[in-house]
């Protein structure tokens, strides 16, 4: 590809990041496109990671020098997780507090610690929030219940045969007896009704 074709492609937004990879050229924070020389590369790949010094160097922004040093894979390798590492991580993140895992997983930042938890198919047990009161005796005594024996929304409507039903508890013209007479037994209760004789 000719330079002239390359500046002429450049100036549209369509054909910017294709001329950007093909010329290996970097577009700086305001869009200007900012050429590499070889010695440019070689002068990032002594200084690397003296990012003060990069800038003065090859008379560029420091933005623009992490991001050529990125491109010249110049980070830092990862570390590799050892087995002592996964061993700690699945016996402690479902419960423990983040300062407690870092002060156990020393060296790894906490993003680090939680993809690796992904990979290893271990995750945080989540507190429950407490259920939100309706001002309706019945479905509040059902949902204090339920809270007591860690039944979430989506585990009544399961207990109860019914879909959504607990779980978007939108004011509704029908109330399922049935449904709601099958969570009470699921919670080890019975539906009784009690009449005051005055």
């Not at 200007?32 to 070689?42: G, Y």
């Not at 039944?151 to 509704?172: I, K, M, N, Q």
Request: proline share 4%; with cysteine; net charge positive.
């Amino acid at each position: 590809m000719s330079e002239a074709m390359g500046q002429a492609k450049c100036k549209t937004p369509k054909y910017m990041h294709l001329f950007c990879e093909d010329c290996g050229v970097t577009i700086a924070e305001r869009h200007t496109v900012q050429r590499w020389s070889t010695s440019d590369d070689i002068a990032l790949i002594k200084l690397y990671p003296d990012f003060k010094a990069m800038p003065a160097a090859v008379s560029k922004e420091l933005l623009v020098c992490i991001e050529r040093c990125y491109k010249l894979r110049l980070h830092h390798p990862r570390k590799q997780w050892s087995d002592r590492e996964n061993q700690v991580l699945r016996k402690v993140f479902k419960h423990y507090s983040k300062e407690e895992i870092l002060c156990l997983l020393p060296g790894r930042a906490w993003h680090s610690i939680a993809m690796q938890a992904s990979k290893l198919g271990v995750h945080r047990v989540r507190k429950r929030r407490g259920f939100s009161k309706t001002g309706i005796k019945l479905f509040d005594d059902i949902f204090a219940r339920a809270q007591d024996l860690n039944f979430s929304l989506r585990d009544l409507d399961e207990e109860g045969g019914v879909r959504g039903y607990f779980t978007d508890l939108a004011p509704s013209p029908f109330v399922r007896i049935d449904a709601i007479e099958k969570v009470i037994e699921a919670l080890g209760g019975e539906l009784q009704i009690r009449w005051d004789d005055a």
